[in-house]
C-alpha cells in the first residue's frame, strides 16, 4: 500500500513539473528551462543524497559503472529533456504526453532485443494500444475561432442589450494553434530517449554491487550539467537565458523541484513495493497531467474528446505492456485457452534462436 502511494504521489509531481514547464516555456525558451532545471535537479539529488547518507556510494562506484551513468545522464536529462520542453512548447503538454509515453514501449523492445526479457501476446496488445491511442490525439485541430473585436460585436448586436455586452466584454486573446507535426517529431524523440535511459541504468548497476540510486543520479546530473555549461559557449544561449523572465524563472525552478520530488518518490516506491505494481500506477500522470493543464495553461493547451479517449486508451496500453503477464492472467481472472493465448512469447527465450 505504501508503495503505491508513493508511486501515486510521483505521477501526480511528475504531472505538476510537466505543467509547469509548459507554463514557463509560453513566452520563455527551452534553453531557459535548461539552464535553470538541470542544475538545480542536480542540487536535490545531491542534497537528498547527503541526507540519506548515501554520498559516500560515490567512492565505490567502478568507473565503468560511473561513464554508463553519465552517458545515462546525458541521453535522460539533456536529450530527452530538450525534445520533451520542445515538444511542450509547440504542442502542449496534452498532445504531446501520449507520444513521450512510448518510451514504455521502447523499453521493453529493447529489453527484448538486448537482454532477452519476455515479450508476450499480452504486451503486444498493449502496444498497439499504446500506438493507437497516442497517434489518434495527433489529428492537426482546426484553425482556432476568429475573436472578434468588441467594436465589431457591437456592429453585428441584434439589439442594444447585447451590444452593451459586447462594449463591456474583455477581448479574448487568440487561441493557441499547435504545431502538431514538428511537435509529434519532438515528442517521439523525447520517448527514445526516454526509453534508452532505463536500460543505461540497468547496465551500469551490472558493473558495480553498490546499487545507490541517489549516488547514481549525482552522476548523471553531474554530467548533465556538465554539457548544459558547454552550450554556454554559444553567445545565442547565453543571450537567451540573460534575457529570462523572473516568471518564467520561477516555474523553471519549481519545475525542477518537483520532478527531483517525484523521482525520489520512484525510488521509494520501488524499494518497497514490486515493479509491476508501481509501473502501471506511474501511468496516471498522462492523467493528472490533462487535469492540471487545464489548470494552469487552460488557454495553451488543446483538450477535446479525441485528446481524453487517446489519452486513457494509451494508459490501458501501459498498463498491458508494463505488467508481468502471468500476474495480470492470474489477477483478472483468465483460464484455459486465453490465458495460453496471453502468455504466449513472441520473442524467442534466451539461447534459442528463432526459426526464419
Not at 504542442?91 to 529489453?111: C, E, R, Y
Request: charged content about 10%.
Amino acid at each position: 500500500m505504501l508503495g503505491a502511494l508513493y508511486a501515486a504521489l510521483a505521477a501526480l509531481t511528475f504531472a505538476l513539473n510537466n505543467a509547469m514547464v509548459r507554463r514557463g516555456v509560453v513566452t520563455g525558451t527551452v534553453a531557459q528551462a535548461m539552464a535553470v532545471t538541470v542544475p538545480l535537479g542536480g542540487v536535490c539529488f545531491l542534497i537528498m543524497a547527503l541526507i540519506f547518507g548515501e554520498l559516500p556510494s560515490l567512492l565505490a562506484i567502478p568507473s565503468v559503472a560511473a561513464a554508463w551513468l553519465a552517458g545515462q545522464g546525458v541521453v535522460h536529462f539533456v536529450v530527452g529533456r530538450f525534445f520533451n520542453y520542445r515538444a511542450s512548447q509547440l504542442v502542449g503538454v496534452n498532445l504531446s504526453a501520449p507520444i513521450i509515453q512510448l518510451q514504455v514501449v521502447i523499453t521493453m523492445l529493447l529489453a527484448v532485443v538486448a537482454l532477452h526479457e519476455p515479450f508476450t501476446v499480452l504486451q503486444a496488445l498493449g502496444t498497439i494500444l499504446m500506438l493507437g491511442g497516442s497517434f489518434s490525439t495527433q489529428r492537426q485541430p482546426g484553425p482556432p475561432k476568429p475573436r472578434i473585436s468588441a467594436a465589431a460585436a457591437v456592429l453585428e448586436a441584434p439589439d442594444v442589450e447585447v451590444a452593451h455586452a459586447a462594449k463591456t466584454q474583455r477581448p479574448r486573446l487568440p487561441g493557441f494553434a499547435p504545431r502538431v507535426f514538428i511537435g509529434f517529431l519532438f515528442s517521439f524523440g523525447a520517448a527514445i530517449a526516454y526509453g534508452i535511459s532505463p536500460l543505461m541504468v540497468r547496465v551500469a548497476f551490472e558493473y558495480t554491487t553498490e546499487k545507490s540510486v541517489l549516488a547514481g543520479g549525482v552522476i548523471a546530473y553531474a554530467a548533465a550539467t556538465l554539457v548544459c555549461s558547454v552550450a554556454l559557449l554559444w553567445p545565442d544561449v547565453r543571450r537567451s537565458i540573460g534575457r529570462m523572465n523572473p516568471n518564467n524563472g520561477i516555474w523553471f525552478v519549481w519545475s525542477a523541484i518537483f520532478v527531483a520530488i517525484s523521482q525520489g518518490l520512484v525510488y521509494a516506491s520501488l524499494a518497497v513495493a514490486p515493479l509491476m505494481v508501481v509501473t502501471p500506477i506511474l501511468q496516471l500522470s498522462l492523467v493528472f497531467r490533462l487535469f492540471l493543464s487545464q489548470i494552469l495553461n487552460r488557454e495553451h493547451e488543446v483538450l477535446n474528446a479525441r485528446v481524453i479517449i487517446g489519452s486513457v486508451v494509451a494508459i490501458v496500453g501501459a498498463v498491458m505492456v508494463s505488467l508481468n503477464t502471468d500476474f495480470a492472467v492470474d489477477v483478472l481472472g483468465f483460464r484455459g485457452q486465453l490465458a495460453d493465448i496471453l502468455r504466449f512469447r513472441l520473442d524467442a527465450p534466451r539461447g534459442v534462436t528463432p526459426n526464419i
